[in-house]
């Protein structure tokens, strides 16, 4: 793969994304950037201070690209990866409390073939969804900087393009995704309503494309974070139920229902 910039140069996601024409060659070429010398010098670092449980991996400690085939009708969106979940493993959401928690209610809706991802070769199946961030690497104290977040922009921005034309809907995790979000939708032709949706559990917003005939469901979601989930503000029933609502909308087959009893 040839390009005008090198994967240490800021505009290296923004030169490469919108010439990739498939999947996995952009899944690829996420996993080469080092355009955030932050991010870049902090998943290193967490790979090489490894915490005691995790002192005999080897660490991904590169980019995490998306997670999920390439025809899915529905995609989450994130934040970024964990310094020692995602960032240690190589799978968005894997490997620490936050993709527990999803994980387990992606299984309990019918979007994966078994309730634990474990690593990124542990033979786990997505079904009709696929999993993605703003930002691919893991950030210090899981906060990106506006910066970073727009230097990333170019790799969800042709996600989502090549997701087409089988995406029917979105489901974010968190306001940051949300806010993070919108612009990529807008420059890519969909039709934010005025002013612009606010990012609530619950939230949902029908938006209508510059092309006729296109709609797109955008729904919102707490981050199933461990501060979100251990003290309640989202519970696995919250997170199934806006998993199943996003399904539904998206045409994907799904086995929970509000009052299904935990399995």
């Known amino acids: ?7 240490d140069d800021p505009d290296f996601p ?28 902090w998943r290193e670092e967490a790979a090489r201070v490894r915490r005691r449980a995790y002192r005999d991996w080897d660490y991904w400690a590169r980019p995490v690209p998306g997670f999920g085939p390439p025809d899915a009708p529905l995609a989450l969106v994130g934040l970024a990866p964990a310094a020692h979940g995602a960032n240690r493993t190589g799978r968005m959401f894997t490997g620490d409390p936050a993709g527990d928690v999803l994980y387990a209610a992606l299984h309990a809706v019918g979007l994966a073939s078994r309730p634990t991802s474990v690593h990124r070769g542990d033979g786990l ?3 009709g969804v696929r999993i993605t961030a703003p930002v691919h690497c893991a950030p210090p104290e899981n906060r990106p900087t506006p910066a970073e977040r727009d230097t990333c922009r170019p790799w969800l921005a042709r996600e989502l393009t090549l997701l087409q034309p089988a995406l029917r809907a979105v489901v974010v995790l968190g306001g940051f995704g949300w806010q993070a979000l919108l612009p990529v939708l807008r420059d890519a032709g969909w039709e934010l309503p005025r002013p612009q949706p606010v990012f609530g559990h619950g939230a949902e917003v029908t938006l209508r494309h510059t092309e006729p005939g296109r709609e797109l469901h955008l729904l919102g979601c707490y981050h199933p974070s461990r501060r979100n989930t251990f003290t309640g503000r989202l519970t696995p029933a919250m997170l199934r139920a806006v998993l199943a609502r996003g399904a539904g909308l998206a045409g994907v ?5 509000p009052g299904t009893p935990d399995t």
């Open 14 to 41: 923004a030169a490469t994304a919108a010439r990739l024409d498939g999947l996995g060659l952009l899944d690829t070429a996420v996993t080469t950037c080092r355009a955030c010398p932050r991010l870049v010098a």
């Open 1 to 7: 793969m040839s390009s005008a910039t090198g994967p």
């Open 253 to 257: 087959p799904c086995r929970w229902r």
């Open 125 to 127: 199946e997505l079904h």
